[in-house]
């Protein structure tokens, strides 16, 4: 029960940080959409951005993160708490000079990997020129956010969430001002976001570092290059770089084989992912980055029942919040876009073709989110190779299907084979964590589901009904479309607490009074 309270109020903390940053984020991309649209410049960037991304996914919110915190919270458990800090001080050192590695080898090589994610530039010279000019310039970035992640895993086992969360904030913002203040002094604007990219990544690393020396660790402190704790963190660490970011590797993938279909479809894919990683980002990983430290003090211990509760707890969590919120992405899609990016270069079209996007991507968002969670369970129990057997099944099946749907569906196809594929890889990593661990709590976690489940459709009937209210021929866009989005989603959040209390769901309650004690103590 202690680590189930500790463990949802450090969900709260990233959660609400996440927000902020989640926030910055549209903004971000309202920006962008607005002033270079979907067309073959903002292909470029989304192409050659999607590879310093799909790093910092796989390392801040995967395997650097997943792999480091379980050795670590070992080291403080059984070796005291100036062992771990040598630990610490030593992967900084050795991941510094590794990154340097990657980086210029990123650089050097940046055309042959911008052949190999978008082969479908390579029909057009100035696009492939511009894209693998952006690449070059991004590739930097990595250096920035793995040291920002280290400190993110660092931070967490201390207990400290809420700068590592609120972090990409920066990058938003400093993306912004790029287009306003940089992009404007070259023959391609699209240059100037790309240097945003790289300063916002510096300042991110910056916003740890005070965090980081207020616990005690000082880089600058005689420790030696090698800790024996770092041979077993990169034993955890080379399979999670695949088993922990599967949804990111198909993502990857559908922007390879998008880059064969028609201009813009890789941008449509850009903006509703970016939708779905509203949702995903505030609650799921928040929920998986916030539970990975309980579950790894439990298996240290060897808690099995413990470990088995906690993890119960957060998918019934996860569940609660991510169900709903599909609901919404799938019936309010148009508007929801229409609102963000509908203006300037973004016009009408792109804000059909992006909705098809996304209705497919929000099929798979509760799959996406479990997965996180089951994922972090495995790593805590410090077993890699099975997030990595099952993850590879996946992107098999998600090219199977890309290939396959893409000839019916063109983008559309594409997101919805990478929500088939996310709900294959939960399917697979249940039935193996059923296998490893016995029985997984399903009397507690079935009826919260299904209640879940229940109000999430009902809320569904309500945003439809309502929907044809506010979103009529006769609603114009702009303020009226937006009020109409307020208060469309306003009735649908009303009738799910509403239901979920008539119902009893234990979620609904545990949040409340979750709540309830932080204001009494005036933690929030």
């Known amino acids: 029960?202690?680590?189930?309270v500790r463990f949802t109020r450090a969900a709260g903390v990233v959660g609400s940080a996440t927000l902020l940053s989640r926030i910055f984020g549209f903004l971000r991309d309202m920006m962008i959409a607005w002033v270079f649209g979907a067309g073959a410049g903002a292909d470029a960037f989304f192409v050659a951005f999607r590879i310093p991304n799909l790093l910092r996914r796989l390392l801040a919110e995967g395997s650097l993160s997943v792999s480091f915190i379980p050795v670590f919270t070992e080291y403080l458990a059984n070796q005291g708490q100036e062992e771990a800090f040598r630990l610490a001080r030593s992967a900084v050192k050795m991941l510094s000079i590794l990154l340097l590695v990657v980086v210029v080898l990123g650089i050097i090589f940046s055309p042959a990997i911008v052949r190999i994610i978008a082969p479908g530039f390579a029909g057009s010279t100035d696009k492939l020129s511009l894209t693998i000019s952006l690449t070059r310039i991004m590739f930097p970035y990595i250096f920035f956010i793995a040291l920002m992640a280290l400190g993110m895993g660092i931070l967490n086992t201390l207990g400290h969430f809420a700068a590592p969360a609120a972090a990409p904030a920066l990058l938003s913002i400093t993306m912004?001002?790029?287009?306003?203040?940089?992009?404007?002094?070259?023959?391609?604007?699209?240059?100037g976001l790309a240097i945003g990219v790289l300063f916002g990544g510096a300042l991110q690393l910056s916003l740890q570092i005070p965090f980081i020396l207020k616990k005690g660790i000082y880089t600058e402190k005689k420790t030696a290059f090698y800790h024996t704790g770092l041979k077993k963190i990169g034993q955890l660490m080379v399979p999670t770089i695949f088993g922990a970011a599967v949804?990111?590797?198909?993502?990857?993938?559908?922007?390879l084989l998008a880059s064969l279909?028609?201009?813009?479809?890789?941008?449509?894919?850009y903006y509703a992912d970016r939708l779905v990683q509203f949702p995903l980002g505030i609650f799921a990983i928040a929920i998986a980055t916030a539970v990975l430290p309980s579950l790894s003090r439990q298996a240290a211990a060897g808690d099995i029942d413990g470990l088995k509760d906690t993890f119960s707890h957060a998918m019934k969590l996860v569940s609660f919040i991510t169900l709903p919120s599909m609901a919404g992405l799938i019936i309010l899609r148009e508007p929801i876009i229409a609102v963000l990016f509908k203006r300037g270069a973004f016009d009408a079209r792109s804000t059909q073709l992006t909705a098809e996007a996304l209705l497919y991507y929000s099929?798979?968002?509760w799959a996406f989110s479990a997965v996180r969670v089951v994922v972090s369970t495995f790593y805590a129990l410090q077993d890699?190779?099975?997030?990595?057997?099952?993850a590879f099944i996946a992107v098999i099946a998600n090219i199977l299907f890309g290939v396959?749907?893409?000839?019916?569906?063109?983008?559309?196809?594409?997101?919805?084979?990478?929500?088939?594929?996310?709900?294959?890889?939960?399917?697979l990593l249940m039935w193996s964590l059923r296998v490893k661990l016995g029985s997984l709590k399903w009397r507690e976690m079935g009826p919260s589901i299904m209640k879940s489940s229940f109000c999430s459709i009902i809320m569904g009937a309500v945003l439809w009904t309502s929907s044809v209210v506010f979103f009529s021929k006769k609603v114009s866009p702009g303020s009226g479309l937006l009020l109409g989005l307020i208060g469309t989603m306003t009735l649908g959040i009303m009738s799910y607490v509403i239901l979920s209390y008539l119902l009893k769901n234990p979620e609904l309650s545990h949040l409340f009074s979750m709540a309830q004690k932080s204001l009494k103590k005036g933690e929030c």
């Open 1 to 4: 029960m202690k680590e189930r």
């Open 363 to 365: 099929i798979g968002l």
């Open 247 to 255: 949804y990111q590797v198909n993502i990857l993938v559908g922007t």
């Open 261 to 269: 279909l028609p201009e813009g479809s890789v941008s449509f894919l």
């Open 384 to 390: 890699t190779r099975t997030p990595v057997r099952t």
């Open 404 to 427: 396959i749907l893409m000839r019916f569906l063109n983008h559309g196809g594409l997101a919805l084979a990478t929500s088939l594929s996310s709900m294959l890889n939960l399917a």
């Open 176 to 191: 912004i001002a790029s287009i306003y203040l940089i992009s404007p002094h070259f023959a391609d604007p699209i240059t």
